[in-house]
């Protein structure tokens, strides 16, 4: 009894917070950090499942004229309309509108206006919302943003339980062993995992505490008419055909800047009251947030224009650009994925850390205790390759999915979540060195037969892109195979480490 | 009868919140690291929307949005330096009351 009354001190809370919160919310960290880490390829993942669309680059006003003409034809009745004009790493063309709440988007010609037949997905995009909603919109949020503020206490703490860490990361005492590899990586990512997690959390803050926002506004609507100086007008019924967009392009080109043009919105589009909104692109400053001149959208007339941003507007939305890190083009991207990459090798360290320091102590016991360890062992499998896997599935079934299968889209997404699903049986049935193992192996396998699968099923295949330079789509293909060597030399490092122990 | 087993299951859950058993001070932590330090960030943040001075109303917003996580991750990590669970659920739960207060007052003169 004398044990349960011990004096804990500072360090040994610091370390019970850093065990068991790292436990159970580094199963969340995990995922959001490995699809947060595919994100930053966004653009580029959605080109490579979209391999029906590609479009050459053609001016801006032929693009914008294109796109009226598919939305006037798609879209007659609906309430918004959305241009999104191709724009630094993405050069696709897509229009988008809004429909009694609904969201409808295609990819269209810039050439002939005509929406591209392709293959119903989400792309990339999934795997930026999945990275904060866990698909469960608020409640996912909820989860994630609480994860957030846990990595940043783990971070405090993980450098107080373990005060040498930073010594010994500069000293070069790096030892292969999971503690080892789990604090190096810690203290190496360590500047990234903060900027991060912090941005990310100022960007989900509003949503899980919004009472600023409820204190002087009504809706979250009201607080964004506010904050971008929006126009608002009654609507009308009457109709009345916009201004045509490619006239109002040079006077908005004037505003915000020649070929600054991102997004074009037109509000109840082909209405006495329609109000069209050139908004800029945001992937070429720190500052996430569309500068937007705004037109009435019968006589074309300007109506207000904003550019400027106020201190605090400025610092949120920085924040929000350094976290979606568009600004710094490759360069920037390929740092984001390779540290995140690091990153999720520093959680699931420390998951298998967690196991190993208490494997030989519970390999001696029965019961409760026992069971509780082979699951906390299996989840952290099928939480970390399970995700890998279920991650490049999305990307396999993209290929393998009939064309012609209905609600497409969602297909793909209960692919990825079916064979997650697998993985976690695979997991809690096979032991947990077999488990590691195959699951590394076939992960590997996925991600390294991915290039081989894009040949045979598309004519996008590697020899082809790489001879026209179409390094969007070659770049997913060389990724994925470098991922999978790497997984399966981990999968050989532990098959080797495992078969001498025994 | 009935008067019995209600004074028991008052004592057991008695027991459980003033519980020095290391397993229930770390739940009892994660409880008020999450819940109390939601409720201290959730106060202060109306406190401050309330008392700021700032005349455009979308500032506010965005101050709060930067700040106001930083209290939340000090509230976790404060919760777990703090000597016993019990202790910081009581300062948590002061704090909440005192600068809800705060808020309360502030939202009348307004």
Not at chain 1, 472 to 478: E, F, K, W
Request: glycine share 8%; charged share 20%; net charge positive.
């Amino acid at each position: 009894m004398k044990n349960f009354t011990v004096h804990h001190t500072v360090v040994q809370r610091m370390r019970d917070f850093h065990t068991w919160g790292g436990l159970f919310f580094g199963w969340v960290l995990f995922i959001v950090f490995f699809t947060g880490t595919l994100a930053v390829f966004e653009p580029e993942i959605s080109y490579w499942m979209n391999p029906e669309v590609r479009v050459q680059n053609v001016a801006a006003s032929e693009s914008l004229a294109a796109a009226e003409k598919a939305l006037r034809k798609n879209a007659a009745d609906a309430d918004v309309w959305l241009v999104i004009l191709p724009q630094g790493r993405s050069s696709m063309l897509e229009i988008s509108w809004k429909k009694n709440g609904q969201t409808f988007d295609r990819y269209i010609d810039p050439t002939t206006g005509d929406v591209i037949k392709g293959r119903g997905t989400d792309g990339g995009e999934f795997f930026s919302h999945f990275h904060y909603e866990l698909h469960h919109k608020h409640a996912g949020t909820w989860l994630v943003s609480i994860a957030g503020l846990v990595m940043l206490g783990a971070l405090i703490s993980g450098i107080m339980i373990r005060r040498n860490v930073i010594k010994d990361f500069f000293c070069l005492r790096w030892r292969k062993n999971w503690l080892s590899v789990h604090m190096m990586t810690g203290i190496l990512t360590l500047p990234f995992v903060v900027l991060i997690t912090y941005s990310g959390l100022v960007m989900t803050f509003k949503d899980i505490m919004p009472v600023s926002l409820n204190t002087f506004y009504k809706t979250s609507n009201g607080y964004w008419n506010e904050f971008l100086d929006g126009v608002e007008r009654p609507k009308s019924q009457e109709k009345v055909q916009i201004y045509p967009l490619t006239a109002l392009l040079p006077s908005a080109e004037k505003e915000l800047g020649v070929g600054n043009i991102g997004f074009v919105q037109i509000q109840q589009p082909d209405k006495r009251s329609a109000l069209i909104n050139f908004m800029r692109r945001v992937d070429d400053r720190m500052l996430a947030i569309t500068d937007r001149a705004s037109f009435d959208g019968v006589t074309g007339e300007w109506l207000i224009s904003k550019t400027k941003w106020d201190t605090q507007a400025t610092i949120v939305r920085s924040l929000v650009g350094l976290h979606i890190g568009k600004f710094g083009g490759y360069p920037m991207a390929w740092g984001y994925f390779i540290l995140g990459l690091i990153g999720c090798v520093m959680i699931a360290t420390g998951l298998v850390f967690f196991t190993v320091k208490r494997r030989s102590k519970y390999e001696q016991e029965w019961g409760n205790k026992r069971d509780f360890f082979r699951a906390v062992e299996a989840i952290n499998v099928a939480v970390t390759t399970g995700c890998i896997i279920a991650s490049i599935s999305y990307l396999w079934a993209n290929r393998l999915l009939p064309l012609s299968l209905k609600e497409r889209a969602d297909a793909e997404v209960i692919a990825f979540f079916f064979i997650w699903l697998l993985m976690f049986i695979h997991a809690f049935w096979r032991t947990k060195e077999k488990a590691w193992v195959e699951q590394l192996k076939l992960a590997a396998g996925l991600c390294a037969c991915l290039p081989l699968l894009n040949e045979m099923t598309t004519s996008v295949g590697l020899p082809k892109t790489l001879l026209c330079g179409d390094w969007m789509t070659a770049g997913v293909d060389l990724t994925s195979a470098t991922l999978g060597v790497a997984l399966w030399a981990v999968a050989w490092m532990l098959e080797k480490r495992w078969g001498n122990t025994g | 009868m009935q008067k019995i087993t209600m004074t028991a299951e008052v004592e057991i859950i008695k027991e459980l919140f003033l519980s020095t058993h290391p397993a229930m001070q770390l739940i009892l932590r994660f409880l008020a690291a999450i819940f109390g330090g939601y409720g201290i960030t959730y106060s202060l943040m109306k406190a401050i929307s309330l008392l700021l001075p700032w005349q455009k109303h979308t500032e506010t917003v965005s101050f709060c949005e930067w700040l106001l996580p930083l209290v939340y991750l000090a509230a976790i990590v404060w919760t777990f330096a703090a000597a016993s669970a019990q202790y910081a659920w009581k300062v948590l739960l002061s704090g909440i009351v005192l600068v809800g207060g705060i808020a309360l007052i502030a939202s009348c003169f307004r």
